[in-house]
């Protein structure tokens, strides 16, 4: 199990220094549970856009949501169904990804003009701290161009984005592995858009 405590001295430092880039406005790569993802304040317009325009994401794609604990999904989600409930007791922190139907007054380019909202709770220690350090939920997208391959390493990182990224935390290599399982659970019927790291089977057996 990843506990908020085991984050060494010096990466702690890194995290504290990333998370005022984050409040501050700017855009910032970090490890997570498989790649590194490239964070902004979601609540940030700016920022948000930054981080399109860093990776040459199309605006017309959605991105992701991190948070570190499920308070903050009340800032982001119009209601949490029994369902939603139990999935993320059974693999938060993890790699599920939950669409949900997003709160009426939340509003952000992560949305990508749409109403639904991605958001995950990674199972890595870094990520869980970065996120409570800077106070609000997370950009969560991959740390690369859009395209481009995958970042395991700060290198690789700042390879693909350069200067585009404010700061980089670098958490030594990330593990890589299956991206998360994306499961919508805005409608009537649990949606899997996209399975990974989570099963369909697994997530079959916590449906029922």
Request: include cysteine; charged fraction near 20%; aromatic fraction near 4%.
């Amino acid at each position: 199990m990843h506990h908020a405590d085991n984050v060494p001295a010096d990466i702690l430092e890194q995290v504290k220094k990333c998370a005022a880039v984050l409040r501050s406005g700017g855009i910032a790569a970090y490890p997570t549970d498989t790649v590194y993802g490239l964070g902004a304040d979601v609540h940030n317009y700016k920022a948000v856009i930054n981080v399109f325009t860093a990776k040459q994401r199309p605006l017309s794609l959605p991105l992701p949501v991190l948070i570190a604990d499920i308070a903050q999904l009340d800032e982001l989600i119009a209601d949490i169904s029994p369902l939603a409930t139990k999935l993320m007791a059974k693999f938060w922190p993890g790699g599920l990804t939950i669409v949900f139907t997003a709160a009426p007054d939340f509003t952000s380019p992560a949305l990508a003009g749409g109403r639904k909202v991605a958001v995950r709770m990674p199972g890595h220690a870094i990520t869980l701290r970065l996120i409570r350090e800077t106070g609000c939920p997370v950009v969560g997208t991959s740390a690369n161009l859009h395209g481009g391959p995958l970042a395991l390493t700060a290198a690789e990182v700042r390879s693909q984005l350069g200067t585009a990224a404010d700061f980089i935390l670098d958490g030594g290599p990330c593990p890589g592995g299956i991206e998360s399982t994306i499961v919508d659970v805005s409608g009537d019927k649990p949606v899997i858009l996209r399975t990974g790291a989570i099963t369909e089977e697994d997530l079959l057996d916590s449906m029922s």
